[in-house]
């Protein structure tokens, strides 16, 4: 698409803007947890339909998917996540969340929008707007996506399983981005691996229970679960290269209920992450040997109980596809914002979507914090220690420029894969 056409299509972002911020501000202060983003998933609904898309909702549960067909061209999906985190938000923003819901295990929660799939719907609800309202500026179908519980890490597989592809159609490339805590303003791609591939386990360690007096006729989980979680630290240290990137994290761990008993259980859970699916396996098999040792050791009185309840694969972009995407940002946002994405260990199941359709796929970040502050916080070294990570209490985006630059990215991106009206087979 040229220049021309793109300008015109984004003509009316300043208009939408103050509507896209309130968007932003009523999600932020409702956050839902995976597959309870029902009140969320209706408004996005809403939206799509006032824009004349066909509108499924209910999708793997919880998913919304507009389709908008306008003439012959390439199948665009554009992937936004919907659902929120159990944190407590701590940001001190006028529109914090006070929100709380309850978890899996039935346990009453806070919530917050901390890894900003707040920006994300908001992001793609603009771009579907504003493409809605220039058909006549491109030929094509475009797929706008909400997912829920990609933080449950079942998402995306479960959109797939559910037939979002029997909605509507296949497509032949699959878009999505990230607010990162970079420069607000700032775009960042990578070609290939940009995102790790995680397991997540739940181990419970059986024990034997007791008087708090009288431990020489238990076998105690705690110490056992103590002495596992020291070990699990050595998978990384010494028994991978440190030329393979990979992490070990225990998450949590409970045991326990008063300090006189010793409990008959304790329960672990462990996340390890690898760019590589062969070294994310290797770990998967230490972290099951060092439990099972570990518990062997300890006299334990029934071996540990292993549980995968989350996976994510790499995500990688097709390097063509990517290529292409980086110079239309480039063109669009000019080259000192339009920056190299660091490999980056967090994880996503986006790549599900490709994947399943057999299709390239091409994620990206869109930096959401003070740029003065972010760089900073690089320089003095201090960015770890000062700027808030997904996932952080704290982590709060700028609403101007990341609100724009999200809806431009996805913008830009669409018109560069759809043809030109009368144009079938090309952009």
Request: charged share 20%.
């Amino acid at each position: 698409m040229t220049t021309e056409t793109t300008d015109r299509v984004l003509a009316p972002l300043d208009a939408v803007l103050p509507e896209l911020e309130a968007l932003y501000v009523d999600l932020h202060r409702h956050p839902e947890l995976s597959f309870a983003e029902t009140r969320t998933a209706a408004e996005l609904a809403r939206r799509l339909t006032d824009d004349g898309y066909e509108v499924h909702t209910g999708v793997g549960r919880t998913g919304v998917v507009g389709v908008l067909r306008n003439g012959e061209g390439p199948t665009v999906l554009l992937r936004a996540d919907i659902d929120a985190l159990p944190v407590e938000e701590q940001t001190g923003l006028s529109y914090a969340s006070t929100a709380r819901g309850v978890d899996k295990d039935g346990r009453e929660v806070p919530l917050m929008h901390a890894c900003g799939h707040d920006m994300h719907a908001t992001w793609l609800s603009g771009a579907a707007h504003l493409l809605a309202a220039s058909r006549d500026a491109w030929s094509g179908t475009l797929i706008a996506l909400f997912q829920p519980g990609e933080e449950a890490g079942d998402g995306a597989a479960g959109m797939v399983r559910d037939g979002v592809f029997d909605l509507t159609g296949r497509p032949d490339v699959v878009l999505g981005q990230h607010v990162a805590p970079g420069p607000a303003g700032w775009v960042l791609t990578r070609p290939g691996v940009i995102m790790a591939a995680t397991d997540t386990l739940r181990i419970t360690l059986h024990g034997r229970g007791g008087h708090g007096s009288r431990p020489e006729t238990t076998v105690d989980p705690v110490v056992l679960a103590a002495s596992v979680v020291l070990k699990l630290q050595t998978i990384v240290s010494r028994e991978t290269s440190a030329t393979e990137p990979a992490v070990v994290t225990v998450g949590s761990l409970h045991a326990g209920t008063a300090a006189n008993v010793i409990t008959d259980k304790a329960v672990l859970e462990v996340n390890t992450r690898a760019f590589d699916d062969a070294v994310l396996l290797r770990l998967r098999k230490a972290v099951e040997r060092i439990v099972n040792g570990e518990a062997a050791t300890a006299g334990a009185p029934q071996p540990p109980t292993i549980e995968v309840t989350a996976s994510y694969p790499v995500t990688s972009n097709d390097d063509t596809v990517s290529a292409e995407l980086t110079e239309a940002f480039r063109s669009h946002f000019g080259t000192d914002v339009t920056q190299p994405a660091p490999m980056v260990t967090g994880s996503e199941d986006f790549s599900e979507f490709g994947r399943a359709a057999g299709v390239p796929s091409v994620f990206w970040l869109v930096g959401g914090f003070d740029p003065h502050e972010v760089i900073t916080a690089m320089t003095e070294g201090r960015f770890e220690r000062d700027i808030p990570s997904n996932h952080s209490p704290r982590f709060a985006p700028v609403l101007h420029p990341t609100l724009r630059t999200g809806v431009e990215t996805l913008v830009v991106a669409a018109l560069s894969r759809f043809a030109r009206p009368g144009v079938a087979d090309g952009r």
